[in-house]
């Protein structure tokens, strides 16, 4: 059996080219994995400052809404009383 140069370097390049997509691949879902787990924590940290932004922004409606009703109450009770009426 001759020894064939040509298919031996074509098997070598072969298990070389598969053992380096299988390292770049293992690399590339370890970067993925770091990026995801990376944007978790900031989705935490962004949906913390939503929650509080949306407590403040009731907190604030409601006290406008009671100046509000309190500036009507008063306005009210200082019109005429032949407007009143």
Known sequence: MPFD????????Y????????????ERVATIHNSLVEALAEQKGHVDEIIIA????LRE?????????RAESRIAVETLPKEIKA
């Open 5 to 12: 140069e040509k298919e031996f370097l074509k098997m070598v």
């Open 53 to 56: 932004l949306e407590i403040l």
């Open 14 to 25: 072969e298990n070389w080219e598969k053992e380096w997509k299988e390292e770049k691949n």
């Open 60 to 68: 604030t409606l409601d006290a406008k809404m009671s100046q509000i």
